[in-house]
């Protein structure tokens, strides 16, 4: 088993580049990683640290390939008691819904039982061209967390 994985969901594929980007580095930190684009419920070893990172589409809505897992979180309600989640929102702060996608991913997410570790960092797309940056930035201090825990 991974020691973190990376889950995403991505309509143009922003949230993957980040993702796949922060696997790398924490691999290069020792870390084993699995990354998984869109992922269901079934796909996901009920315990662990995941790290969830997200964009936002529409009005606040979840890339069509998460929202499966957010349906089967809110619908399953199933026991993640052993999971512990770092989390990740990319959006643009034009919106009022600005990265409300990772914020529903987290409401479900500790509904059943997660822990989360860290604050969440939301990515305004207006600010950052290349994403990556401020993840991996926030990567830093996070993964000093994970060990503290």
Not at 21 to 31: S, V
Not at 92 to 120: H, M, N, P, V, W
Not at 121 to 149: R, T
Request: with cysteine; aromatic share 6%; proline share 4%.
């Amino acid at each position: 088993m991974a020691d973190i994985t990376l889950i995403s969901g991505s309509t143009l594929g922003g949230a993957e580049y980040v993702a796949e980007h922060l696997a790398e580095k924490l691999e290069d930190a020792g870390f084993s990683t699995e990354t998984l684009h869109g992922p269901l419920l079934e796909d996901l070893t009920l315990q662990g640290t995941w790290l969830v990172v997200s964009s936002t589409h529409g009005a606040g809505d979840l890339p069509e390939n998460l929202q499966p897992l957010l349906d089967d979180l809110n619908e399953q309600k199933p026991d993640l008691s052993q999971v512990r989640f770092g989390a990740i929102g990319i959006g643009s702060r034009e919106y009022d819904t600005f990265c409300q996608a990772i914020e529903k991913l987290e409401a479900s997410l500790t509904t059943c039982g997660a822990k989360k570790i860290g604050e969440t960092l939301k990515i305004n797309i207006l600010d950052h061209d290349i994403p990556e940056d401020p993840a991996e930035e926030w990567l830093g201090s996070w993964k000093n967390l994970l060990n503290n825990d």
